[in-house]
C-alpha cells in the first residue's frame, strides 16, 4: 500500500456500467517522510474518506477485495484513513494536530 | 486508476484472435494538475472515448473487468470519461469549458 | 498496453517445462511520438511478430490471456503488430511506409 | 520480491472491515548493495517482523498469498525476513552483525 | 520478462510456511544491451540458476504459475537460463563465451 493524502475529487458521468454510484478521489502520494511526492492517482473510495485526509491505498487486483469495488474495472481504492505514522521515535503524522 | 487525454488511435489488423472488433485508443497521462507527462499508454475503450476526450483508464488485471475485455489479453481499459476534477477549491479541469 | 519494436530474439534452452517451445522476442519500448526509449522487455508471441515489427504488448496477468500463454509462468506477451497510428492528425507510424 | 528495512508503523482505525487487526509496516526499500532508497511501502506482516528487521516483501496478488492477507484489499505483505545476503564473495548484510 | 544476472543469495529462516524450501536468488536487471541497470529484485528459482547465470524473471500473478511457487507469496520467479541474445545481427550476450 502507499501513502497518499486526498486532494480532490473526480466527477465522470459517463463510466463502464459496474461503477455507476462509485466516487472516485484524486490521491497525492506521500513518502514516508511525509513529503508530497509527484505521483498522482485516482482511487475509489471504501472507507469515507474526505479531502485532506491521509490514507492508504491498494493497487491492482487487491483493490477489488472489497464490497464495492468486487468484479469491477477499478484498480486503485482507498481501504484505510491513518490516524499516525512514525519513522522510528519520531512521529511523521498525526491526524489529531493535523 | 490514472488521467489522461485521448491523443490518438492505434490501428492493428493482426492481432489475438479474441481482440478482433477493439478499438485501441492512444492515450497520454496527464498528472493531478492537468498536465501532460511523458507516459504513454494503449487502451481499449469501454465508454466509447474518443480524441480529446479526457478520461479515467484502469490497468492490470482490474482492465479484464469490462463485457468487452473479459478473459482477453488487455491491460488498460479507459473505464470512464471526465467530466471535471478539482483540487481543492480549484477547478483543474471542465469538460463543458474545455 | 504498451507499443514497442521487436528488436531481437532470446534464446534459452533451460526454462519451466511449460514453456518449451515458446519464442521469446527481445522489445524496445516506443513512446507515443515513435521514438524509442529506454525500456527493453522480453515478451512471447502470441501473432507471428517478427524483428522489425512495431507491436502492441501486454503485461501481468492479461499476458496470460492467450492460448499459448495460459496459465504459464509469462508475464509479457505481443498480441497485435501495429499497422499505424495517428497522434491527432499527425501519421506517426506506417508500416506499409516504413 | 523487494528487500526493505521496516522503519515504522503506520496506525489507521478505519479500515475495511476485512482488515481488522492488521498490522501495518512502513518499509523503505533497500538495494542490493545494502544502500537505502527513496522508495517507501506500507506493508502487512506475515512474519512477526518489526522495528529494524531487514526484510522480503511480495507485492500485488502475490501478497494476498497467505492465511492473514487472503482475500484482502492488502497489496503488499512481509513474508520473510532476511538473516543475511551476499554478492558474489561480499557479504553485504548479517543479521547477527547488525 | 526481463533479463538479469543472478548476481547472490539471500538467507531468510523466518518466512512465511509456504515459503520453507526456497531458494532466494538476487537478481540484478541487465537492459537490452546486456549493461546493468540499477534495479534489483529477488526472485524464487524454478530452473536450477545460480550465480552467474543470465536469466529471465516473470513477476507478479504470473511469477505463480510454476510448480514450486503455486499460491505461495512469491511475486517474481526465475523461469529460464539464457544462452543467448541478439539484437538485429549483433550477438549481445552468449554464454558458452561468457
Not at 15 to 41: C, I, M, P, W
Not at 79 to 86: L, P, T, Y
Request: hydrophobic share 40%.
Amino acid at each position: 500500500m502507499f501513502i497518499a493524502r486526498v486532494v480532490g475529487t473526480v466527477v465522470a458521468t459517463r463510466k463502464a456500467e459496474s461503477l455507476v454510484g462509485h466516487k472516485f478521489l484524486l490521491l497525492r502520494q506521500v513518502n514516508g517522510e511525509g513529503k508530497d511526492t509527484a505521483n498522482y492517482v485516482v482511487a475509489t473510495d471504501a472507507v469515507g474518506a474526505g479531502e485532506g485526509d491521509v490514507v492508504l491505498y491498494a493497487s491492482g487486483s487487491s483493490a477489488r477485495q472489497t464490497q464495492i469495488t468486487h468484479e469491477k474495472p477499478c484498480d486503485a481504492v482507498v481501504m484505510a484513513i491513518i490516524d499516525s505514522w512514525e519513522v522510528g521515535p519520531k512521529r511523521i503524522y498525526d491526524k489529531s494536530k493535523a
